[in-house]
C-alpha cells in the first residue's frame, strides 16, 4: 500500500512537498494542511523566506 497515495483531488504532504521543490524552492518547511486541503509551507527561493501554498492540483503560489 502506498501511504503517499491521495483520492482524486487531494493532495499529500509528500506531493505538496514535491510540488514544490519542482517549481525551485528548497528549504521547505512547517508543511501543513488547511481545512480547506490547501498546503502551506515556508520555503526559501534563493536566500528570499517565502510563504507557498500548494491547491488540490498541485499549483503552487506564493502568498
Same mark, same amino acid.
Given at each position: 500500500? /502506498?501511504?503517499?497515495?491521495a *483520492?482524486? &483531488? ?7 512537498? !514535491? %510540488? ?10 512547517? =508543511? +501543513? #494542511?488547511? *481545512?480547506?486541503?490547501?498546503?502551506? !509551507? +515556508? %520555503? =526559501?527561493? &534563493? #536566500?528570499?523566506?517565502?510563504? =507557498?501554498?500548494?491547491?488540490?492540483? &498541485? /499549483?503552487?503560489? %506564493? /502568498?
Amino acid at each position: 500500500m /502506498n501511504t503517499d497515495a491521495a *483520492p482524486p &483531488g487531494k493532495m499529500t504532504g509528500a506531493a505538496a512537498k !514535491a %510540488a514544490m521543490e519542482a517549481d525551485g524552492y528548497k528549504g521547505i518547511r512547517a =508543511l +501543513s #494542511q488547511g *481545512p480547506d486541503g490547501v498546503w502551506s !509551507a +515556508s %520555503a =526559501l527561493r &534563493g #536566500q528570499t523566506e517565502v510563504r =507557498l501554498s500548494v491547491n488540490s492540483t &498541485g /499549483n503552487v503560489s %506564493a /502568498n
